[in-house]
């Protein structure tokens, strides 16, 4: 099943605690993006990358770090969390500028 | 001016209405337009892209107007299922997301 996948779903961690969220397509796409979404904020990309080792910032990459070192796999790297990181982060990948992104299921993320 | 600019909601309708959903967006040089279908707390799906002749998927219809910088979704025949938010996004090498508008069909 064409799908992108997001782990962990859930994650609860502590200021300052260093975390990764996983995630991995298997449609070969060559975009790749992360967003997150707020209440009344809507989605706001956070990085995005065109292919492997390519990758550029969105709207609000601060606090955050991304890598593309294979084509499947975008993982999105909080070094330092803190509480205005809470959020519900996607994932989402795409074969070309003309087509809208498969979405991950979504990663729901409490900084406490 | 934000990018991309929705409808407010909620919108509240009975089973069988039939529901219109309007979007501007702000950059006239916008390549490809969607609208995506959002449950709650669930990931954004694409419902069908917006082409420039306009399209139909069933119950759905999507119209894209350049000029005006406009793109609308009618939904007929509304059904309780179709409750959700939905999301007019725009592709400018990036998406760009609405903040959406939220559809409640009732019985």
């Known amino acids: 099943e064409a799908q992108v996948t997001q782990n962990p779903r859930y994650l609860i961690t502590v200021t300052g605690k260093k975390l990764t969220v996983t995630c991995s397509q298997n449609m070969n796409h060559e975009y790749m993006s992360w967003y997150r979404q707020d209440p009344g904020l809507g989605l706001r990309q956070i990085y995005y990358s065109m292919n492997v080792e390519v990758t550029d910032k969105g709207d609000v990459p601060e606090g955050y770090k991304v890598s593309r070192k294979e084509k499947r796999n975008f993982p999105l790297i909080l070094e330092s969390p803190s509480p205005n990181q809470t959020s519900l982060y996607f994932c989402a990948s795409a074969t070309t500028d003309t087509y809208g992104y498969t979405f991950g299921s979504g990663t729901r993320l409490t900084v406490v | 001016r934000k990018e991309v600019e929705q409808d407010p909601g909620p919108f509240n309708v009975p089973e069988g209405a039939t529901v219109a959903f309007n979007c501007t967006y702000s950059n006239s040089a916008s390549q490809s337009f969607f609208w995506y279908r959002q449950d709650c707390r669930k990931e954004p799906k694409l419902l069908m892209s917006v082409y420039s002749s306009g399209n139909e998927d069933g119950r759905f219809t999507a119209q894209l107007n350049r000029a005006s910088q406009y793109i609308s979704l009618l939904i007929r025949d509304s059904k309780l299922s179709d409750s959700a938010t939905y999301l007019c996004?725009?592709?400018?090498?990036?998406?760009?997301f609405g903040q959406g508008t939220e559809l409640s069909v009732k019985p």
């Open positions: 996004v725009v592709r400018e090498g990036k998406l760009i």
